[in-house]
Each structure stands twice: as structure tokens, then as C-alpha cells.
């Protein structure tokens, strides 16, 4: 059974409608960046509880970004919640989906849809993915240009890093801007992504994680094994790791 422990919204960042990054108060166990979390809400006489990952990095005061789901029965509640007001949480963050198995390399690359951006961000806030990787590429993916969140805090990381983070937003539903249209497997595929970046994915360079929705990481991870990457095991390194969101 989950030990539960109450905690309090300190405050609300709205992004886009829907689209928000909570703040709690307090601090969590020592967890790993990109690790997940569970957050409980009683409803209707009964604790629902739901797995987010954290974008804080360790140590730091716990940080989700999370999309509301229409007619959601959790997340309707979770962001009717005022600054101040309870919810329960898991103390001890869990999930494998952390660098702790992925092997040093020249390129890091980071591609994400939606609120899969989040574990990279807990990563990006750390020392360990600047001192183990040259270079980091984070894809981020996403319906509008609005929803490509933390744009501000990317650049500044980038800019206190000598530039080795290279940022490519891709958007599906309107004009894309300065950002890459359509999807990242199909980018991927027609050399779109890496023109983009600047950079060429690559079993002698490159480890790849994908975090998001299950068709983007099913597409990208089989377009990436016709090229020779593998899944990253304990007991036989390879290339890619995943983590599938819903």
C-alpha cells in the first residue's frame, strides 16, 4: 500500500489552457532525475491517486507539468486546487527512466511529446547529463506553439553551458514558426530533425530517450533500430531508453 503524506499547492503556472506546471511545498526522499511521483486526491469517499513525473531536480521543492484531461475526474480536481489547499503525495519518487544505465556518449538526444518534457527537465537541472554527454538535443513536441513550455529556462541553460543544448520544438496543428512541423517520426524519418539539429542520430554517437506518447516512441524506436541503435538493458548497453506516457 502507498504511505501517503499530506502536502500543499504553493503555486499554479498556467502555460497554456489546460497546460500547467504545479509547485508543491515541502521536499520529497531523495529520488533520481526522471523519476516519477504519485499524487492522491480523495474524491467521492475514495484516495485516486496518479503517477506524474517530477521536473524538479532533487533536493529541490517537488515540480510537476501537467495537461488537464477533458472531463478528467483527477486532473479536473487537481487544478480546481487553490494555492494553500491539501493533496496527498508519495514521498518516494520510483521508475527507471533515468541516466543511471545510459552510457556516455557524444550526443545526448532528448525527444518528448506534450508533458514528456518534464523528466528532462529534473535531468537538465542536475550536473550529470552536462558532465557525461558533449551535447544535448531536446526534441520537444507538441499540438501548439504555446504548449512548447519552458522556453526561457532551456535557453538560459543552454547559454550557461557554452550552447551544448540545442532546442527543436516540432508542432503538429498550426503554423509552426521558427519551430519544425508535423511529427517527430516523420521528421526523424525524412531528415528533417537531425537537419535541424545539426546533428546526425547514429549507433557511434548517439544515446536516444524518448518520453511521451506510446505511437511517437513506437515509430521513432523502430525507425531507430533499422539503424542499428538498441534498447538500453542492465546487462547489455545499447542506445535507447523509453518511457511511455499513458
Keep these: 500500500m502507498p504511505v501517503w503524506e499530506e502536502a500543499r499547492v504553493a503555486s499554479w503556472r498556467e502555460w497554456a ?34 503517477s506524474y513525473s517530477l521536473a524538479s531536480a532533487p533536493g529541490q521543492p ?64 542536475t550536473p550529470e547529463p552536462w558532465a557525461r554527454f558533449e551535447r544535448l538535443i531536446l526534441v520537444h513536441a507538441a499540438r501548439e506553439r504555446a504548449h512548447l513550455a519552458y522556453g526561457e529556462e532551456l535557453a538560459a541553460l543552454s547559454a550557461a553551458h557554452e550552447g551544448r543544448l ?5 508542432v503538429s496543428r498550426e503554423p509552426a514558426g521558427e519551430h519544425l512541423a508535423g511529427r ?40 531507430l533500430e533499422a539503424r542499428g541503435l538498441r534498447k538500453n538493458r542492465r546487462r547489455e548497453p545499447g542506445h535507447i531508453t523509453v518511457e511511455a506516457y499513458w
Design 17 to 50: 489552457p489546460g497546460l500547467r506546471t504545479l509547485r508543491l511545498e515541502g521536499r520529497l526522499a531523495p529520488f533520481r532525475a526522471g523519476q516519477f511521483v504519485n499524487l492522491g486526491l480523495d474524491l467521492e469517499g475514495e484516495r485516486v491517486q496518479r
Design 62 to 125: 517537488p515540480e510537476l507539468f501537467l495537461v488537464e484531461v477533458p472531463g478528467g475526474r483527477f486532473t479536473g480536481a487537481l487544478f480546481a486546487l487553490a494555492p494553500g489547499q491539501p493533496l496527498w503525495v508519495c514521498p518516494h519518487a520510483a521508475g527507471h527512466f533515468t541516466l543511471e544505465l545510459v552510457p556516455s556518449a557524444p550526443l545526448l538526444w532528448l525527444l518528448c511529446t506534450g508533458t514528456g518534457l518534464a523528466p528532462y527537465l529534473s535531468m537538465l537541472r
Design 184 to 223: 517527430i517520426p516523420t521528421l526523424l524519418a525524412g531528415g528533417a530533425l537531425e537537419a535541424r539539429a545539426g546533428a546526425t542520430i547514429d549507433p557511434a554517437s548517439s544515446q536516444v530517450l524518448l518520453c511521451g506518447n506510446p505511437g511517437m516512441i513506437g515509430e521513432a524506436r523502430a525507425l
Design 166 to 170: 540545442t532546442r527543436v520544438g516540432v
